[in-house]
């Protein structure tokens, strides 16, 4: 079973910022959170990771609370092309830093309306 | 990050018959996984392929009916053995490696039988 719980849907005005929360309550020292996002009839595309730090890049930034139990992924300024199901994951960290396995959950249906 | 392509895109197959999922990788990967998502559904993780070993599988899913090859460091197949209807879903390949690199899917597989 997925460790992580997502609000099924959340709707955003485009150009707005989007804040998709994340709870993992029972998450282990040595698990990861990724985000990832399915956008109508393609694959799952990632969008970015963290262990405790908070993370950025040019997609959009990560918050880890300190205790980790929760996360928030924001989309700065959000557009059309960003209305996907969003899946948030925690994964431990394999030995040789390869990537473990992925459980997904049933993410949230992000719908940016203009 | 790594890119990869499934072939076929999409089949309809006859029930009883098998059908061969192709995964190609443009760059050499350690890890290679295979998921299905039924319809409406979330991803499933069907089993890991590593190069040079037998593929692991979870639980509910068997190498009768599901069985992998991994010749090298860049290729999988996934073959859907004596289909029936319940088996038609989409069939999605990732790979990732090692040195915290994130798993990359390719776009799936869309599979009906009839």
């Known amino acids: 079973d997925a460790k992580t719980t997502q609000p099924p849907s959340m709707d955003c005005a485009e150009g707005r910022a989007a804040n998709l929360p994340c709870n993992h309550s029972?998450?282990?020292?040595?698990?990861?959170v990724y985000w990832y996002r399915q956008i109508h009839s393609q694959g799952p595309q990632y969008i970015i990771h963290?262990?405790?730090n908070n993370e950025t890049n040019e997609m959009a930034s990560l918050i880890i609370t300190e205790d980790r139990k929760s996360s928030t992924l924001i989309l700065p300024h959000a557009t059309l092309r960003d209305t996907a199901v969003y899946y948030c994951?925690?994964?431990?960290?394999?030995?040789?830093?390869?990537?473990?396995?992925?459980?997904f959950g049933k993410g949230t249906k992000l719908s940016v309306k203009p | 990050s790594a890119v990869i392509s499934q072939k076929p895109s999409r089949d309809i197959c006859q029930r009883g018959t098998s059908l061969t999922i192709q995964c190609q990788v443009d760059?050499?990967?350690?890890?290679m996984f295979w998921y299905r998502q039924q319809p409406g559904q979330s991803l499933t993780l069907i089993a890991t392929?590593?190069?040079?070993?037998?593929?692991?599988?979870e639980s509910g899913f068997v190498i009768d009916k599901f069985p992998i090859s991994r010749p090298n460091l860049t290729f999988s197949t996934l073959t859907v053995s004596n289909m029936s209807p319940e088996d038609s879903s989409i069939y999605l390949c990732?790979?990732?490696?090692?040195?915290?690199?994130?798993?990359?899917f390719g776009d799936g597989t869309r599979l009906s039988i009839l």
């Open positions: 760059s050499q990967v350690t890890m």
């Open positions: 994951i925690v994964s431990f960290m394999n030995y040789g830093g390869s990537q473990g396995n992925l459980i």
């Open positions: 990732s790979a990732g490696g090692g040195s915290n690199q994130p798993q990359h």
């Open positions: 029972t998450i282990s020292g040595n698990e990861y």
């Open positions: 392929a590593n190069q040079g070993s037998e593929a692991t599988y």
């Open positions: 963290g262990l405790k």
